[in-house]
């Protein structure tokens, strides 16, 4: 039988580390970084038009919140209505249902 290899935050669990493991480490951290720096994370911002901000537009004109949003239209997180704000995917069914929660009705139209 082959030993599964041990995890490094094991070896330091219950322990302060020493400074060689530490200075390590630290070298460590920093390697990885030049080579894969985090990806840059923009503030995310709700959409300033279609779906997205006509949705957002009602629900604060009704003085809710995405909690109550989401209630209303049945749907149990309210990160959903976040998302569709946000422009974010979202299901068909979860854009009709919170459209509908706040007296709004989806149509199609030809593109003019």
Known sequence: MSKKPRRIVSESRGRRLTADEAKRNRELREKVMREV????NPKLRPGR???GARIREARQAQGLTWYA??????????????DIEYGRDARLRSVEA?????????DVVPVA
């Open 37 to 40: 720096p985090p990806a840059a």
């Open 49 to 51: 038009e279609g779906i």
């Open 69 to 82: 949003v989401a209630k209303r239209a049945g749907i149990p997180n309210p990160g959903t209505v976040r």
């Open 98 to 106: 919170i459209a509908r929660a706040l007296g709004l009705q989806l």
